[in-house]
């Protein structure tokens, strides 16, 4: 695949850093950051009640004694912001983004990664649903018909009772991978912890190779774009400190797409299956996979004969190993029903559904009819525009156009999850993110969503004098207070978010 014409103009891949110094300083004050949130996770990250750890002294402190717990919130919201901070000032080292930069990032994501990598569970518990539906599949259960509530003490699994009734949404390698872990450490919490980590790890690696590889097959910076997409702390916490098996998803997925831009499509197709195999959601990268097989001269017959034979050959290979597992395509059903209804305020087609119901119903009436329809609106858009995406555009734009299909899916859903925004990331920076507008909004999202993501899980013990109320307003209060800090006051990042962007920054700030 030939470079196009890039969205941003590509940097000069020599030049000197800012100066080494100002940039260890930086790298350090971000691996601070990460190591308080490393304490800060023992007090709130999620545990299993029946993990061992809650038998530690400084646990048993820091989880039922009130000023354990503020102290735990205090860490957590100030080095996840400071993370923030760590990573924005980064970005501000670099005069030209050439192999210093490449090695200073490269060093910035192990020292801020590497305390998060140790961390209990933090942001999430699906981890925990992980080892619940692994245990569903060791006790010969079908995971896309019967919910871990099955299980016997299931809550004593730690994962969310949310979930317990709904199949599973994830695809056959999966589900392999997480009754293998049960299988070989007999469901111990903290031993199938660190297994899963350790996926999350290898596909974290993943796209640390090949993000950079499909920058520079577009003519992008591949080091700017390796710290847009996998220095960012919504990329290390999402991945590593929550341990999301979209790591691995969406690390097999770029592995696919670049091999398929650099014309070794059945290796690509391969890879992207695999992909499929742990989340469905990468389905949408085959038809972008087809166009690149078809060639950049292709006429209307034969990319649909290369759709065809893109989509025949990763649909079998699941069909094979749905035959294996004797649980077919059971994942396709199991979709319809995750998370329906479901929605969150800030995603804009779930807070306009939210208004309409609010609003319909004050009138008498059927608001959630109403609001469900808003709902099926906004994915009936979002196949409009991955439809507009796969038929509308050239050649050299087609993994672009794959970002703005896969953006529109995320962002027309009533349900956007921090992790989700994340698939976005190596892709938009892959594909290039200019110095205006288009950075501004990457830096205000992943301040917005880390904010959020502070003060909205933490695991607290009920029966203490601060409840959860109490500790999220406390979060929020110090992780808002932060954000307002470093968007108004702070003299080395206040710059970012202006219209008038000065690059590189002024060097006599660190």
Known sequence: MTAHRPAAAPLPLSGTAAGGGRCTRTIIQGAVGSVLMFFGSLGVGWLASVSELRRWPLLIWLRLEPAGVIVSVLLLAVGGMLLVRSWLRLGQQFSAWGPEARRATLAAIVAWGAPLALSIPLFSRDVYAYIAQGKVMVNNLNPYVDGYDQLQNYLQTGADDLWARSPTPYGPIFL????????????????SIILFRLLA???????????????????????????????????????????????????????????????????????????????????????????????????????????????????????????INGLGFGWIGALGTQGAGLFIWYAPVGLLGMMVYVITDALGFDGGLVQKLVYDAGKAAAVVVVLFMMFRGGYDRIVRR???????????????????????????????????????????VTSFLMVYA?????????????????????????????ALYLVFLDPGTRRLFRKKYLDPADRRLF
């Open 402 to 444: 794959l970002a703005l299909a896969l953006a529109a899916v995320v962002f027309l859903a009533p349900m956007i999850q921090p992790w989700y925004v994340v698939w976005l990331l190596p892709l938009f920076a892959a594909t290039g993110i200019r110095n205006d507008w288009q950075v501004r909004t990457v830096y205000a």
């Open 176 to 191: 392999w991978l997480e009754e293998f872990i049960v299988w070989f450490t007999g469901g111990h919490p903290e031993f």
């Open 201 to 323: 790890l290898a596909g974290a690696a993943m796209c640390i190779y090949y993000g950079p590889k499909l920058a520079e097959l577009h003519g992008i910076n591949p080091n700017r774009a390796l710290w847009l997409a996998c220095a960012n702390p919504l990329f290390l916490t999402t991945f590593i400190a929550s341990i999301h098996n979209d790591a691995l998803m969406l690390g097999l997925a770029l592995g696919g797409l670049y091999y398929a831009a650099t014309k070794r499509p059945l290796l690509g197709i391969l890879l992207v299956t695999l992909s499929v195999g742990i989340k469905p959601i990468t389905l949408i990268f085959l038809p972008f996979i087809g166009l690149l097989w078809a060639g950049r001269e292709a006429g209307w017959p034969r990319r649909f004969v290369f759709w065809a034979l893109t989509a025949g050959l990763s649909l079998g290979l699941l069909a094979v190993l749905g035959l």
């Open 454 to 482: 502070i003060a909205d899980q933490l695991d607290i013990f009920p029966y203490i004098a601060i409840d959860l109320a109490a500790a999220r307003l406390l979060a929020v209060v110090v992780a808002v207070g932060f």
